[in-house]
């Protein structure tokens, strides 16, 4: 017994390989720098970033759901949807459009909630179907809201006080600090004891079941968690266009891009993304004068990984660097001397 | 009060029965082995009490409470702690996560102290040294080792363990089975499958057969492997001979 307490004295349990002050200048960088892009970068490559910050938070989300809670939703674009019809809604009270984002993550949350009740007793593909049953559901019922221009939709009213160039600092602005927000908090997760749990369930579902682990709480959780993010990336897509219509903001082209993005970057890594992100707008400009082109280099890539490296490009990269841009583990030291080996 | 009770529990997969009727009870603190050949249903008996199977009738009861609407990660918060014959680790988190996991949602402990209880089961389990290392590049040992480890460290108060023992040469299981032991010391109450009988012969203080989801025997350890009964199950295998020459 004295031996066990000896050795628990000198035991050190670290969060990173390396100096979090690492972690912490890169990012402290990385927000000078994408703050200050709209100064610094031609217009239109800011109105690139948003859109690429966009599909980040989309993705970020879907990472959530499907890489780690094992959700595989093709219904997230309801979401989307919701949130900016949500944004519309308020601006038509009058509120200020960029004022009602909070509002319409908030909308976005509380519909989330009941639906999980419905589609919690489905599985694997008919979970899948279902999603994007409600996702279409969602949408005809706006259709039939006159005060929110039916099927043609409408202007985003409260913006025009705004001139031109002001607007798309603002709409940039907006874009990059919810993407900002989305990917801390998912990292925040991801660290948290929450996320171990996100962690084993990706893993082994059986395992983190008997292991004591509340897998269909956790679950409920994140999937209300999803709902909110995509709600808020519907919410800045709509003041980016600034036109909300429902066959735009309810497209199943988002839920395809979100599950693209993850697949090629990788599943159930935070940095996957990330990383699926800027592939996909790399490759999209670069073959911009090729029409479709990019999807279809995109759509092969993606088919690519998932047959040969179902973890992702990212997944394949930290398997032969160890690199974690973002580290989520927890690693054991032992301060007497006992090595304690790694792979 | 016995700390597990089952009473007619019955299940079928079809055309197969894993249980028909079963019922014992085991008292706290107690060890009861489980033998019986390949498909008998041992190992469903285990998904029932933990809460993966649900039966098709019959009632589990875990400390004076009735188990049929508690789903199997409460179970595993009330003290049912439980190891899989095929070893189920989480294959992308290091060793030391995987019992962390444990020790934090099934012990329900935080910080500081899930870090030491999760550490204190690797060391249990010798894996102390393999603590930084991703579980799926463990072979097939060190996975056993380390569902009887993430078992520890949910803290059971009954320990499920299916063939633990399996494979492991005579040194390997005398450890394991001084493992054991010590459990029993410190009040573990302990359900084991187990083909390797000298593990069973030197912990558990009961025996039950399980045949096609039926208990054929159920008693003194020595007294069961040498039933009739068991014997008609195994036919004269390997079982009973190793039995007679201890
Ligand atoms: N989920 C399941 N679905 C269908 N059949 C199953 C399932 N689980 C177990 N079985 C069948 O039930 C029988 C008993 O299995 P098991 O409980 O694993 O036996 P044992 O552990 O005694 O070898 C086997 O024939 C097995 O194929
Ligand atoms: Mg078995």
């Known amino acids: 017994m004295s031996e066990v307490t000896s050795s628990l004295e000198s035991l050190h349990v670290r969060r990173s390989t390396f100096s979090p002050l690492f972690t912490l200048a890169g990012a402290l960088v990385i927000t000078a720098f994408f703050t200050a892009a709209p100064w610094i970068l031609a217009a239109s490559w800011v109105s690139i970033l948003s859109n690429f910050f966009i599909l ?71 979970f899948a179907v279902a999603t994007w049953v409600v996702a279409d559901s969602a949408m005809l019922i706006i259709l039939s809201i006159a005060l929110l221009g039916g099927g043609t939709g409408s202007y985003l009213p409260g913006l025009s006080s705004l001139s031109p160039t002001q607007l798309d600092h603002d709409t940039y602005l907006a874009t990059w600090f919810v993407a900002l927000a989305v990917v801390v908090a998912t990292y925040l997760i991801l660290r948290s004891r929450l996320g171990l749990v996100l962690s084993s369930l990706r893993d082994n579902e059986t395992a983190s079941r008997s292991a004591g682990a509340k897998v269909t709480a956790t679950r409920r959780l ?23 219509q429902p066959g735009n903001a309810f497209n199943l082209n988002w839920a395809a891009e979100m599950l693209f993005v993850t697949m090629v970057g990788g599943l159930g890594t935070i940095e996957g993304p990330i990383l699926g992100c800027v592939i996909f707008f790399v490759l999209q400009q670069t073959l911009q004068n090729y029409g479709a082109w990019y999807l279809i280099i995109f759509g092969s890539l993606a088919v690519a990984v998932a047959l040969w490296q179902p973890r992702g490009l990212w997944g394949a990269l930290r398997q032969k660097t160890h690199l974690e841009l973002l580290p989520v583990g927890y690693r054991v030291r032992r301060s007497d001397g006992v090595e304690t080996t790694s792979s | 009060m016995p700390l597990l009770q089952l009473e007619g529990v ?80 989480f294959e992308h988190m290091s060793v030391f996560e995987n019992t962390l996991l444990a020790a934090q949602q099934g012990a329900r402990t935080r910080g500081r102290k899930s870090f030491e209880l999760a550490y204190t089961s690797l060391e249990r389990t010798d894996l102390a040294p393999l603590a930084n290392r991703p579980a799926g590049t463990l072979g097939l040992l060190h996975r056993k080792r380390l569902e009887l480890a993430r078992a520890l460290a949910t803290k059971p108060r009954l320990l499920l363990l299916d063939e633990i023992a399996g494979g492991l040469t005579d040194l390997e299981v005398s450890e394991l089975t001084a493992i054991v032991r010590e459990l029993q010391r410190e009040g573990v109450t302990i359900l084991w499958i187990e083909h390797v009988v000298r593990a069973l012969l030197s912990t558990v203080d009961r025996l039950i057969c399980l045949a096609n989801g039926e208990i054929v025997a159920d008693g003194d350890p020595r007294d069961v492997l040498n039933s009739e009964a068991v014997r008609r199950v195994y036919l004269g295998g390997a079982i009973i001979n190793e039995a007679a020459t201890r």
Do not use: H
Not at chain 1, 222 to 243: D, E, R, T
């Open chain 1, 56 to 126: 980040l938070i989309m993705a970020t989300m879907w990472n959530l759901l499907a890489g780690y809670a094992g959700m595989v939703s093709i219904g997230q674009q309801g979401f989307v949807g919701l949130g900016a019809y949500a944004t519309l809604y308020f601006a038509i009270k009058g509120m200020n459009p960029f004022a009602a984002i909070p509002f319409a993550i908030v909308t976005c949350a509380v519909l989330a909630l009941p639906i999980t009740y419905l589609l919690f007793r489905l599985r694997g593909g008919y």
């Open chain 1, 222 to 244: 994140i999937y209300v968690i999803a709902a909110a993010g995509c709600g808020a990336a519907g919410s800045v897509l709509a003041i980016s266009q600034p036109f909300v």
């Open chain 2, 10 to 89: 019955s299940k079928r997969f079809g055309q197969v029965v894993v249980a028909s009727g079963v019922t014992f009870q085991l008292d706290e603190g107690a060890s009861l082995g489980v033998v019986g050949p390949n498909g008998a249903g041992k190992t469903s008996l285990f998904g029932i009490i933990s809460g993966d199977i649900s039966p098709d009738a019959g009632t589990v009861t875990f400390a004076g409470k009735n188990l049929a609407s508690v789903p199997g990660p409460t179970r595993c918060r009330l003290g049912v702690g439980r190891t899989y014959q095929i070893p189920q680790p």
